[in-house]
């Protein structure tokens, strides 16, 4: 499993849009030789996600990334969705009054219940990163992990994810006519949505 935060570009500030991508696994070694490798090799171990070790990769990765990509932004929001690891034991509140106090200020918000579509990684993001990484083969999940990340570096670049916004702009003018709802057509012509340029300092 990854975290994702990427933003709208904006060529004015040199910000691609790209935050950063964050595999969800601690540091280990190998506990016994294989035909692979020894024993006492260090790996990565992926790890189930709860409210602490989600708050922790927001306090050292997520966060620092975005104030150092996005300095010059009035306030960075933040996106999320409402799995219980992004708002259990308090955390949405821990995260916003810590936000509060740095520069420049972050702020965290939640998606609508039931609406992954308003969310860029749910929307289009994940599912464009693995068509890509597809094409490569990842024999087990450390290539993967390696793939990941370099195709993240190297396949998503300004203009392709400025498109990926402009689809979800499109997708959220198609959500405000279906009142609300998830009964809606998805927009196959972007291009004739030419959206105002909303703030780019809002990662999804």
């Known amino acids: 499993m990854f975290l994702s935060a990427i933003g709208r570009p904006n060529a004015a500030h040199k910000f691609d849009g790209r935050v950063g991508i964050w595999r969800c696994s601690v540091p280990d070694v ?9 024993a006492g090799v260090p790996i990565e171990r992926d790890v189930v996600i709860t409210a602490e070790f989600f708050e922790n990769q ?58 992954p579509d308003t969310n860029l ?24 992990a390696q793939v990941v990340e370099k195709t993240y570096r190297s396949w998503h670049t300004a203009k392709r994810l400025d498109k990926l916004w402009r689809l979800k702009s499109a997708v959220l003018r198609e959500i405000v006519k279906a009142e609300g709802g998830n009964q809606y057509a998805m927009p196959h012509r972007i291009d004739k949505y030419t959206p105002e340029r909303a703030p780019t300092n809002k990662p999804r």
């Open 121 to 144: 990684n749910d929307l289009c993001f994940f599912s464009s990163l693995a068509s890509a990484v597809s094409k490569t083969l990842t024999p087990n999940k450390e290539v993967l």
């Open 30 to 38: 190998t506990k016994r030789a294989s035909k692979n490798r020894p």
């Open 58 to 115: 927001m306090r050292t990765q997520v966060v620092p990334a975005c104030l150092e990509k996005m300095s010059w932004a009035k306030q960075i929001t933040i996106q999320m969705d409402n799995a219980r690891p992004h708002i259990g034991g308090g955390l949405f509140d821990k995260l916003n009054a810590w936000g509060a106090t740095l520069k420049p200020k972050v702020a965290v918000i939640m998606q609508p219940s039931n609406s």
